[in-house]
């Protein structure tokens, strides 16, 4: 048994299936997270079942949030590996994270400037449908 698996043997062990479930991700991409280095090499039972740590579910969510707010794979894969790489990198996973903080900004930004294109066009449509509608009265 590895270090990182006796580490787990206090926490609740998780398996794949369970960790899909919760997290809303496919045991496919769960394995690819793994194989592409965004989860550390997740720990293995005696049956070479993979078994995660309640403490893994935060991981994930976070990298989840990530995801969702438009972070690549690339730069998700860079933060992990500062991650791993301990205390000494604090300084740029702040970075990267104030960097893509001010491109989630911008892109939120052009967001709102869409929505008020769209407000525009929706108001004209329920404008010339009111007239439609007078006129047919």
């Given at each position: 048994?590895t ?6 043997q ?45 403490t ?41 994270l ?7 900004e ?10 008020k ?9 329920e404008e010339?449908?009111a007239?439609?509608q007078?006129?047919k009265?």
């Amino acid at each position: 048994m590895t270090n990182k698996s006796l580490a787990r043997q206090d926490t609740q062990i998780l398996t794949i299936s369970q960790v899909s479930e919760r997290t809303g991700l496919s045991r496919d991409t769960l394995r690819y997270y793994e194989k592409v280095g965004l989860i550390e090499s997740v720990g293995r039972n005696s049956g070479n079942h993979r078994c995660y740590a309640v403490t893994d579910l935060d991981w994930l969510a976070f990298l989840l949030r990530l995801r969702e707010t438009g972070m690549s794979i690339e730069g998700m894969r860079h933060y992990a590996q500062l991650r791993s790489n301990g205390a000494k990198t604090l300084g740029e996973r702040l970075g990267l994270l104030r960097e893509h903080r001010s491109s989630l900004e911008k892109h939120i930004q052009s967001l709102r400037q869409s929505a008020k294109v769209l407000d525009h066009k929706i108001n004209y449509y329920e404008e010339l449908l009111a007239k439609q509608q007078k006129r047919k009265h």
